[in-house]
T-cell receptor, first 110, second 120 residues
């Protein structure tokens, strides 16, 4: 049972927009920045969004993050086949004194 | 180009020990914070342990505290994870990651991971 709650899966057709939610609590999402990672099995996870909504250099602007209160979300616009991957939210938890990850959301491009 | 290369994984028996290493290059290792993250088969990413620069701050997830020890050797640009009393629940791919700080900082670089299998 992850501290941060994500839907296990979502899907969309090419060009569609999908949104992945990340629900946390007072001591984690509400107080700290949320980061998002993209992970293709067998490869190194990749930083997709940091500080709630900032994209590292090289990440397409199709990916956008937001946060409000105890929840955060990652939106993928103009879905592409190469976006098929697992997506994780993560943040620091002041109570646990450690990082917490969401359970991950598998995005399938139909 | 930044590189993080993990090593030391393999098959071990329950109760045994193992040391993971991560060699870093192309970034200021001594002023970076380092973290181990793992992924068990069929499961999601799980934070394991973090160490700040100068080893001032060290944090562990509850499930490994007392069994695992994270450490660093800045002269060798290396991060370590000493793992004792291993159980089947520790079976996972272990990733080495970097951040500029601990807490409100992202893991901006990741290694390819090293697989540990704990089985009799």
């Amino acid at each position: 049972q992850s501290v941060l709650t994500q839907p296990p899966s979502t899907s969309g057709t090419p060009g569609q927009r999908v949104i992945i939610s990340c629900s946390g609590g007072t001591f984690n999402v509400a107080r700290n920045v949320v980061n998002w990672y993209q992970h293709l099995p067998g490869t190194a996870p990749k930083l997709l969004v940091h500080s709630n909504s900032q994209r590292p250099s090289g990440v397409p602007d199709r990916f956008s993050g937001s946060k409000s209160g105890t929840s955060a979300s990652l939106a993928i616009s103009g879905l592409q086949t190469e976006d098929e991957a697992d997506y994780y939210c993560a943040t620091w938890d002041d109570s646990l004194k450690g990082y917490v990850f969401g359970g991950g959301t598998k995005v399938t491009v139909l | 180009e930044v590189h993080l290369v993990e090593s030391g994984g393999g098959l071990v028996r329950p109760g045994q020990s193992l040391r993971l290493s991560c060699v870093a290059s192309a970034f200021p290792f001594s002023t970076s914070c380092m973290t181990w993250v793992r992924q068990a088969p069929g499961k999601g990413l799980e934070w394991v342990a973090s160490i700040s620069w100068y080893s001032t701050y060290i944090y562990y997830v509850d499930s490994v505290r007392g069994r695992f020890t994270i450490s660093r050797d800045d002269a060798k640009n290396s991060l370590y994870l000493d793992m004792n009393s291993l159980t089947a629940e520790d079976t996972a791919i272990y990733y080495c990651t970097r951040s500029s700080g601990l807490g409100n900082y992202e893991f901006d670089y990741w290694g390819q991971g090293t697989l540990i299998t704990v089985s009799s």
